[in-house]
């Protein structure tokens, strides 16, 4: 598993990552959506535990090892928190699918790998 040193250190670089979480590569296309917010971690920045997180990573290893499961983080800088998230990947011209699943989950955007862009979902559509 990938440790959560280097997870606080991509998120305090760049912001966010996702990642494949057999290899620790970074996915570079596609679109990217949390589909089970159950699963999700957040908790404030200054917060943030190395064991916490470690824990949180052991208990998603089931989900993050099946197909198109990878491993999504963000930091919101409005708010100082962190958001770890098990997301499933999907190529870029199933998003007009994606999008009407990620509305239905009460998701409020999704990520486009490739443009390296965020993409808020208008509520109510």
């Given at each position: 598993?990938i ?5 606080r ?29 159950s ?23 089931t ?15 409005e708010?100082?928190q ?9 190529p ?6 994606v ?22 979902l208008?509520?109510?559509?």
């Amino acid at each position: 598993m990938i440790p959560p040193r280097r997870l606080r250190r991509l998120l305090d670089a760049h912001g966010g990552f996702t990642l494949d979480p057999r290899s620790g590569v970074h996915v570079r296309r596609g679109v990217s959506v949390c589909l089970d917010p159950s699963r999700t971690l957040r908790c404030d920045r200054v917060a943030w535990r190395d064991e916490a997180i470690a824990l949180w990573l052991s208990r998603q290893t089931t989900e993050l090892h099946r197909s198109h499961r990878y491993l999504g983080g963000w930091l919101d800088h409005e708010r100082d928190q962190v958001w770890l998230d098990v997301v499933r990947v999907v190529p870029r011209v199933a998003r007009p699918a994606v999008t009407a699943l990620a509305r239905r989950h009460g998701q409020r955007s999704l990520y486009d790998l490739g443009a390296d862009r965020l993409i808020f979902l208008a509520a109510g559509r």
